[in-house]
Structures are given as structure tokens and as C-alpha cells.
């Protein structure tokens, strides 16, 4: 699957999978072939950050 270049979609669509398939943002990134680096960095530059402990960006 190709995830959306645009923040607010690849938000969505992030919390999504982590909501409804993914225990862990490194098990979504694994499965997806996404490197997580660039991901955490793309959401952060629109003011979204990782939590392990809820498992959503926010």
C-alpha cells in the first residue's frame, strides 16, 4: 500500500492502521515497508507526534 503524501490524509490513514491493525508504529512501518524516521518527521512538520503509550499520532 502506498500511504498519501498529503499530512492531514497520511494522518488519517496512519491512526487508522495503527487503530485497527498495528500494535506498535514499528510493526505498521515493518508490515508497510515505510521508513519510520521519515514518517514521524513528515506528521511532526504538520504538528503530529507518535505515542507508544496511546499507539496514534496526535
Not at 31 to 39: F, R
Request: hydrophobic residues 40%.
Amino acid at each position: 500500500m502506498t500511504l498519501p503524501k498529503d499530512p492531514m490524509m497520511l494522518f488519517s490513514v496512519v491512526n487508522m492502521k495503527l487503530r485497527d491493525s498495528y500494535a506498535s508504529l514499528d510493526a505498521l512501518c515493518d508490515d508497510l515497508d515505510v521508513d519510520k524516521q521519515e514518517l514521524q518527521q513528515t506528521l511532526a512538520k504538520a504538528g503530529f507526534e507518535y505515542s507508544s503509550e496511546y499507539n496514534k499520532f496526535w
